[in-house]
Antibody, heavy 122, light 110 residues
Framework: QVQLVESGGGVVQPGRSLRLSCAAS????????IHWVRQAPGKGLEWVAV????????YYADSVKGRFTISRDNSKNTLYLQMNSLRAEDTAVYYC???????????????WGQGTLVTVSS | QSVLTQPPSVSEAPRQRVTISCSGS????????VNWYQQLPGKAPKLLIY???LLPSGVSDRFSGSKSGTSASLAISGLQSEDEADYYC???????????FGGGTKLTVL
């Protein structure tokens, strides 16, 4: 069955860096675009970034552009999110989500991981 | 302030029907499909409706979606206590070149 498992979360000081990982299994990882979506404590969902199946296209939310970098290693079935210059407002649970229909009008996030908590605090 | 606007909360009695609205603009809902996600307490979001009104395999047909112009709606009929959750709409935004979510609607089954 499709599984997405995030890791790498933790407590980090403002201004520091952290790298999240999302390990995929149960499907052809190299065939799908994958997203990062975050949720601050008690708040709603916020889209963070997406990477196309071959890594050739990447899009970011304005709130993280220039600070976060999404990447993937299709040989390891793993997605990454490199987060630099972290701020208190980046505190959230970070989910990875698979998209079916990337680049079409039918795009949707059909599978989600369980999330990993990132806390930015001094 | 979310790009897509949803009511913060709705409530209805068991076995009744409730609708949740999602309002956007020409750059998102007006020009792209709307998806809906259900998030049960303490859980990850789950796809509920995609491409405005399609149900993924395994989702109850008590859920339905619709869209008109720059607004979309999620309807839940035959409400059950297990439907208590947060519901989010989402769409691609051509102007922002990214996905946008509604602020979420908390459903309470009275």
């Amino acid at each position: 069955q499709v599984q997405l498992v995030e890791s790498g979360g933790g407590v980090v000081q403002p201004g520091r860096s952290l790298r999240l990982s999302c390990a995929a299994s149960g499907f052809s990882f190299r065939s799908y675009a994958i997203h990062w979506v975050r949720q601050a404590p008690g708040k709603g969902l916020e889209w963070v970034a997406v990477i196309s199946n071959d890594g050739g296209k990447k899009y970011y939310a304005d709130s993280v552009k220039g600070r976060f970098t999404i990447s993937r290693d299709n040989s390891k079935n793993t997605l990454y999110l490199q987060m630099n210059s972290l701020r208190a407002e980046d505190t959230a649970v970070y989910y990875c989500a698979r998209e079916t229909g990337f680049g079409t009008t039918q795009g949707h996030f059909d599978f989600w991981g369980q999330g990993t908590l990132v806390t930015v605090s001094s | 302030q979310s790009v897509l606007t949803q009511p913060p909360s709705v409530s209805e009695a068991p076995r009744q029907r409730v609708t949740i609205s999602c309002s956007g603009s020409s750059s998102n809902i007006g020009n792209n499909a709307v998806n809906w996600y259900q998030q049960l307490p303490g859980k990850a979001p789950k796809l509920l409706i995609y491409y405005d009104d399609l149900l993924p395999s395994g989702v109850s047909d008590r859920f339905s979606g619709s869209k008109s112009g720059t607004s979309a709606s999620l309807a839940i009929s035959g409400l059950q206590s297990e439907d208590e959750a947060d519901y989010y709409c989402a769409a691609w935004d051509d102007r922002l070149n990214g996905w946008v979510f509604g602020g979420g609607t908390k459903l309470t089954v009275l």
